[in-house]
């Protein structure tokens, strides 16, 4: 009786959109734990919550989605990368080893279009959050450690994967911070603010005088002018 009425729990949890969904949640939850740590784990969870998202997406609604500026700019960009390999005189293999980081892109539409219908986008965020504190934590460690770094021969103050990608990281959750910060101040909740600011600016200041790349130079300035424009009018 027991292992009847498991099986027609997981068989209704099978039909279940919702249980889908909350599927698709918690491997999206994963991919953004997992973002600064592993690009393995990114792509295995990646494809788990494409896997996830498939039985029950409205084919025609997303597909409508994909007209949005949103939605249509990751596409072309992912288009034109494609379109440039033809001027490429690399065997194919090389060309397509090459345009594999801008497949990443393709997963933007799907989240939007997914997002849209979930509460969890915060979620996702504070899951993103904290493991880049966790990871800012480990920079500073290997700094005064090197030997407590993850990878062999790691760059200074780089314990995981390289150091573009950890600028580009805590250069986006430092940009991302002032929003609640703005939001939290606006409301009179400085001690929270000042948390938020607090981590914020540890992240600067890692990038000021642990490591820091040119991209994350580059991007943080246009970061912030994007979110003055949208938020501080």
Known sequence: MARESVLALLLRRWRNPAAWAIAADIFVILIAVALPWSTTLVAIFAAASVIAMA?????KSFLQSLKRPICALPIALFALAVVGTLWSNAPWATRLYAIGPTTKLLMLPLLFYHFERSTRGVQVF????ASCVLL????????FDPRLALKPEAAYGVPVKNYIDQSQEFALCAVALAFPIVTLLRTNRIMQALLLSAIALSFVANMAFVVVSRT?????????????????K
């Open 55 to 59: 039985p029950f997406l409205d084919l």
């Open 126 to 129: 504070v899951a993103f959050l």
């Open 136 to 143: 800012l934590a480990m920079s500073w460690i290997v700094v």
């Open 216 to 232: 994350a130079l580059v991007t943080m300035p246009i970061m912030l002018a994007v979110f003055a424009l949208l938020h501080l």
